[in-house]
């Protein structure tokens, strides 16, 4: 009984971590949470966000030094979100990213007819 109590809360506090943090909503505990930001990070958010909301990611990245493109991107995957919106990733990137289970064409060498002479 006790190893199932135990295994209930595990899993409460798996899905827990897991759960979105909205940028202008949460906590430094709950910041400090989403893998990549510390308890420096934290507070230098939750300073510019005293100054006000932020607007969207591009506000976010403006205004939180350290932050650009690809952490931004990194920070989302965690569970980060700024007005409930993870970051967006840019149409150019998904373009040039192949597919999932895209045909990849294969060159293969042509046969030959030619025989060797002796």
């Known amino acids: 009984m006790f190893k199932k109590l135990l295994s209930v809360i595990a899993l409460l ?7 979105a943090v909205d940028v202008n909503k949460g906590s ?5 949470g989403i893998k990549g930001i510390g308890p420096a990070k934290s507070s230098q958010i939750i300073a510019e966000r005293k100054k006000g909301d932020f607007k969207d ?18 920070l ?4 980060l979100t700024v007005n409930g919106k993870p970051y967006p ?16 064409k294969v060159q293969e060498k042509p046969a030959t007819t030619e025989t060797k002479k002796k």
């Open 13 to 19: 506090y798996v899905a827990a971590s897991f759960a």
């Open 28 to 32: 430094a505990a709950e910041l400090d």
């Open 57 to 74: 990611w591009k506000d976010f990245i403006t205004r939180v030094s350290g932050i650009g493109e690809k952490s931004a991107t990194h």
């Open 76 to 79: 989302s995957q965690g569970g």
């Open 89 to 104: 990733v840019a149409e150019s990137k998904k373009a040039a990213t192949p597919a999932a289970g895209a045909d990849m």
